[in-house]
């Protein structure tokens, strides 16, 4: 029960900083009528740039091209983004 309770509270106490990339979960739903399942679909969506925290535990979302505002979301339904290492030809 110790190894539980430290495992849960080691998973909540991550944070992400202004500027940094994330990706958060989508809300993906099957839609039969139109032949789309949820497990053909992407589990994350992103990259997106955090702009800033509302609270502890909520961040607001930009999109990197645009700079437009996407959202604020929960500390819980996000990833960081670990950018894939460029190797030049």
């Known amino acids: 029960m110790l190894h539980k309770a430290r495992f849960t509270k080691q998973s909540r106490s991550k944070s992400l900083e202004i500027g940094q990339f994330a990706l ?6 099957s839609k039969l009528w139109e032949f789309i ?3 053909l679909l992407p ?3 992103g990259p997106f740039v955090v702009n800033g925290r509302k609270k502890e535990n909520c961040h ?5 091209n645009t700079g437009e505002v ?3 979301y929960n500390l819980r339904l996000l990833i960081k983004y670990n950018a894939p290492l460029r ?3």
Not at 24 to 29: L, P
Not at 60 to 64: A, K, L, Q
């Open 60 to 64: 607001e979302f930009s999109c990197p």
């Open 24 to 29: 958060f979960r989508a809300a993906n739903v």
């Open 37 to 39: 399942t949820t497990k």
């Open 70 to 72: 996407i959202g604020h």
């Open 87 to 89: 190797t030049e030809v």
């Open 43 to 45: 589990i994350f969506k």
